[in-house]
């Protein structure tokens, strides 16, 4: 997480077809970071659950939607296909590494776009700071 808060504009990038942002705090995709690990949750069963005596269940698990940009950006993150449908990308997830959030070389853009986000924009919230003369305009800033 960031020390400052978000002063300058996020950092564009585009790796291979797809373009990600950078603010400080990781890649996003459109509006949507990689910070799902678990996206087991957003997956519709494969089979009905069962009762004990083999019938189908009469409540069945509630399944977490997401919008079909969300199943993209978690393709994107992790260099898959995003063509399709929802249920072609959720195939395409469920077979691959499910531990892999990201692919290496994105780890690589994400790390070198944080660096490269975070100084300059400490030293924009510096300069915001430094150019306020009075006490009362400090605390609108900043409360503490």
């Known amino acids: 997480m960031a020390l400052y808060p978000q002063i300058l504009p996020a950092l564009e990038i585009k790796c291979g077809p797809q373009n990600f ?28 659950k069962r009762t004990k005596a083999g019938k189908i269940a009469v409540r069945q698990p509630h399944v977490l939607r997401r919008a079909r940009e969300w199943w ?14 929802i249920a072609n990308m959720q195939d395409r997830l469920r077979g691959s590494a ?30 915001k700071w430094l150019a306020l003369k009075r006490n009362e305009a400090r605390a609108v800033m900043d409360l503490r």
């Not at 603010?23 to 690990?37: A, D, M, N, P, Q």
């Not at 950006?73 to 449908?85: D, E, I, K, P």
């Not at 780890?107 to 986000?117: A, G, K, M, P």
């Open 21 to 48: 942002a950078c603010s400080g705090t990781g890649l996003i995709k459109k509006v949507y970071s990689c910070f799902y690990s678990n996206i087991q949750a957003f997956f519709p069963l494969i089979e009905p």
């Open 72 to 85: 993209k950006a978690r393709c994107a993150f992790r260099g898959l296909s995003q063509a399709g449908t």
């Open 98 to 127: 499910t531990g892999t959030l990201m692919t290496a070389e994105l780890q690589e853009v994400q790390s070198r776009l944080n660096s490269e986000y975070l100084t300059p924009n400490a030293a924009a919230q510096d300069a």
